[in-house]
């Protein structure tokens, strides 16, 4: 039997009494769940960036949800990653060939996340953008919001719900290109920058 010392407050692990919840980070997550694009494509691009709180703390516990068309502006409708074995029921996950649009990613203790997936084409009247939910301690409803990416201004300026946006907070929804195929998003909770989130009724 492990005996834990408790004359000390730092000497003990949070128990859900002590934190606000809800709790994301059991049985959600899944492995390779931000391989979005099959292993090896040749038009992989790589998504990523932290999730910060209102202090600008990075939060190690939220959960990244992705979702994409392929880069002719198509949804998926293939078998996704929670795929089970018919015979015996067991989690098979993704097949490894085909993309599925869809990823969920959580955040490491530094509060980064990072999915690999392929560049969205348009969708309709949007421009090409992927679309994110966030699922964070102290959230109790999920966030919603777009990662745009850079590269077609014009699609950009004509893409109805951008043009809605001020254009002082417009850039929290427009990830950074860093080149060879990488984009950073930060999503700020709340405070300085904080990220657009949409709501949908």
Same mark, same amino acid.
């Given at each position: 039997?492990?005996?834990?010392?408790?004359?000390?407050?730092e000497?003990?692990?949070?128990?859900?009494?002590?934190?606000?919840?809800?709790?994301?980070?059991?049985?959600?997550?899944?492995?390779?769940?931000?391989?979005?694009?099959?292993?090896?494509?040749?038009?992989?691009?790589?998504?990523?960036?932290?999730?910060?709180?209102?202090?600008?703390?990075?939060?190690p516990d939220?959960?990244? @949800?992705? /979702?994409?068309?392929?880069?002719?502006g198509r949804v998926p409708q293939v078998d996704g990653s929670m795929r089970r074995d018919a015979a015996t029921g067991g989690h098979l996950g993704r097949n490894g060939v085909e993309f599925?649009?869809?990823?969920?990613?959580?955040?490491?203790?530094?509060?980064? /996340?990072?999915?690999r997936t392929l560049r969205p084409g348009a969708l309709g009247r949007n421009a090409p953008c992927l679309?994110?939910?966030?699922?964070?301690r102290g959230l109790l409803m999920h966030l919603f919001t777009r990662i745009y990416l850079p590269g077609d201004d014009a699609a950009l300026a004509a893409d109805p719900l951008l043009s809605q946006v001020d254009a002082e907070r417009r850039?929290?929804?427009?990830?950074?290109? @860093?080149?060879?195929?990488?984009?950073?998003?930060?999503?700020?909770?709340?405070? @300085?920058g904080e990220t657009v989130f949409l709501e949908f009724q």
């Amino acid at each position: 039997m492990t005996k834990i010392d408790t004359s000390s407050p730092e000497s003990v692990l949070p128990t859900p009494s002590h934190t606000v919840g809800p709790f994301y980070g059991y049985a959600l997550p899944f492995s390779g769940g931000g391989d979005i694009a099959p292993a090896g494509h040749p038009d992989t691009i790589t998504v990523h960036g932290y999730v910060y709180d209102g202090e600008g703390k990075p939060l190690p516990d939220a959960l990244v @949800e992705l /979702w994409g068309p392929d880069p002719d502006g198509r949804v998926p409708q293939v078998d996704g990653s929670m795929r089970r074995d018919a015979a015996t029921g067991g989690h098979l996950g993704r097949n490894g060939v085909e993309f599925t649009g869809w990823g969920r990613v959580q955040t490491d203790a530094n509060g980064h /996340w990072y999915a690999r997936t392929l560049r969205p084409g348009a969708l309709g009247r949007n421009a090409p953008c992927l679309s994110v939910c966030v699922f964070a301690r102290g959230l109790l409803m999920h966030l919603f919001t777009r990662i745009y990416l850079p590269g077609d201004d014009a699609a950009l300026a004509a893409d109805p719900l951008l043009s809605q946006v001020d254009a002082e907070r417009r850039g929290t929804l427009i990830a950074a290109d @860093e080149g060879r195929g990488t984009y950073r998003f930060d999503i700020r909770l709340q405070g @300085e920058g904080e990220t657009v989130f949409l709501e949908f009724q």
